[in-house]
């Protein structure tokens, strides 16, 4: 029934957040997945996250590759803007949308065909450069349009459906934005929604490069023993090192004698709060958190929720030091300020 349009109407009685707006004014078209679709909790996901902070929908722009996960941001947030790229290039459309307006919040969908394949060089640039986008990849492990294939990410010594076992090394993109300068990196699954939505909470208020891995099941190609991009799989092995709250506005912090509760204040006044499962790991420290996500791998487990963030970090604007008005708003005079101050920019690059 994915042809039939959803109803405009809302019923009266909806709860409206702080800017007007009720939960299913942040929705899509009908999704055209299949059912059960990890993608589409993922969908939901974002919809709960944008309508609990309060964003109006048309101070979003959502980007995507080609894919079922580049698909998806049709499904929720239809009043904001939106571009669908070519295949792997949304890091580099979403860049120099980010240069012309900063004032707008990036969401970039992804898949791991789509960012651990070709699109893998336009990924490492845009975690490097901090570009201020939330950057989700959907991740199944298969290329879910072209019937089944193992796709990059996919784990050595997983099987496919038609029994194939894959014989060559993943990417693991969560090592990947470690390593490259991501400043807020964190990985959940689709089917843990309690873990997913403030995860990306606290990346729609990051002030940075915010990547989030979300290993969400193929239901039709990846769903089956031998597989570890399925449901179950996930739920047997998925080590969770943190508890995340996101506090939208700062509110008094209370003693709580808890060695184990984080609080990281956030540039617009709101808080993380994060409780450590894991006791000794320390979610500021990049090099502990590369060294537990591969101590976990090697044990077989998935290490999820926040894996590192940095509190203060930096922007490609700030990096570029470019003004704070948005560039496509300069006119003539701010754009050619004449001859003379051409002058001196060229004898300063002497």
């Not at 005079?333 to 060229?346: D, F, T, W």
């Amino acid at each position: 029934m994915t042809y039939l349009a959803k109803p405009k109407l809302h019923h009266p009685s909806l709860q409206k957040n702080a800017v007007g707006y009720t939960r299913r004014d942040y929705e899509g078209k009908v999704s055209t997945l299949c059912a059960g679709c990890g993608h589409d909790s993922v969908s939901a996901a974002i919809v709960q996250a944008c309508w609990q902070l309060d964003i109006a929908p048309h101070r979003v722009a959502k980007l995507s590759g080609i894919g079922c996960s580049s698909k998806t941001p049709d499904y929720f947030l239809g009043a904001s803007h939106g571009f669908n790229t070519v295949h792997g290039r949304m890091p580099s459309v979403l860049t120099g949308a980010n240069l012309a307006n900063r004032e707008l919040l990036y969401l970039g969908i992804s898949g791991d065909g789509d960012s651990a394949s070709i699109g893998l060089g336009q990924f490492a640039h845009a975690m490097r450069r901090g570009v201020a986008m939330v950057y989700i990849v959907e991740n199944n492990g298969v290329y879910g349009l072209t019937k089944g294939q193992f796709s990059a990410t996919a784990d050595r010594g997983s099987t496919a459906k038609k029994g194939a076992t894959n014989q060559d090394a993943a990417i693991d993109l969560v090592s990947l934005a470690l390593q490259l300068g991501a400043t807020y990196v964190a990985r959940s699954f689709s089917g843990d929604k309690s873990q997913l939505v403030p995860l990306i909470e606290g990346a729609i208020k990051h002030r940075g490069a915010a990547f989030i891995d979300v290993i969400s099941p193929c239901v039709a190609f990846n769903n089956h023993a031998g597989s570890t991009r399925s449901y179950d799989h996930v739920r047997e092995h998925n080590e969770a090192l943190n508890r995340i709250d996101f506090i939208d506005l700062a509110a008094e912090q209370q003693a709580s004698g808890d060695e184990a509760l984080i609080m990281l204040p956030q540039p617009d006044g709101g808080q993380m709060r994060l409780r450590r499962l894991h006791p000794d790991y320390d979610p500021t420290d990049r090099i502990a958190a590369m060294n537990q996500v591969a101590a976990l791998q090697a044990a077989g487990e998935i290490a999820t929720g926040l894996l590192f963030v940095d509190p203060l970090a930096r922007d490609m604007h700030q990096g570029l030091n470019t003004v704070t008005t948005p560039l496509n708003r300069l006119g003539e005079r701010e754009l050619c300020p004449g001859a003379a101050v051409l002058a001196k920019i060229n004898a300063g690059l002497r």
